[in-house]
């Protein structure tokens, strides 16, 4: 199981429900090479459930792109807001399966 660093979130509301954009540094973090995967999108639930697919998942797709920011992911408007409007996500990959987590806000 591979795992990105805290990212940054872009809101893009073209984007269809499941697609996800990142740079291609974070690609190769999550084992990944190609320009694009289909996979089975998780968002917030704990890693165990993930990892044995306990709920349901959305369909989706995640692109390596160089126009995409560095430490940035690129989701949809309706990911985003089903997420709760994160500032900062990571993204987990394994077995064409990404887990979509919010990272908690820091209390400064």
Same mark, same amino acid.
């Given at each position: 199981?591979?795992?990105?660093? +805290?990212?940054?979130?872009?809101?893009?509301?073209?984007?269809?429900? =499941?697609?996800?954009?990142?740079?291609? %540094?974070? =690609?190769?973090?999550? =084992?990944?090479? %190609?320009?694009?995967? +289909?996979?089975?999108?998780?968002?917030? !639930?704990?890693? &165990?459930?993930?990892?044995?697919?306990?709920?349901?998942?959305?369909?989706?797709? !995640?692109?390596?792109?160089?126009?995409?920011?560095?430490?940035? &992911?690129?989701?949809?408007?309706?990911?985003?807001?089903?997420?709760?409007?994160?500032? %900062?996500? !990571?993204?987990?990959?394994? %077995?064409?399966?990404?887990? !979509?987590?919010?990272? +908690?806000?820091?209390?400064?």
């Amino acid at each position: 199981m591979k795992r990105t660093q +805290p990212l940054k979130v872009m809101v893009d509301s073209s984007f269809p429900l =499941g697609k996800v954009v990142v740079h291609p %540094n974070e =690609g190769f973090d999550l =084992g990944l090479m %190609n320009t694009c995967y +289909p996979v089975k999108v998780y968002l917030n !639930i704990p890693l &165990a459930d993930f990892q044995q697919e306990k709920t349901e998942a959305m369909q989706g797709q !995640i692109f390596l792109e160089n126009t995409c920011r560095k430490a940035y &992911a690129e989701l949809s408007q309706k990911t985003w807001n089903k997420m709760g409007s994160p500032e %900062n996500v !990571i993204l987990i990959y394994e %077995n064409g399966k990404l887990l !979509i987590l919010s990272v +908690p806000k820091s209390k400064s």
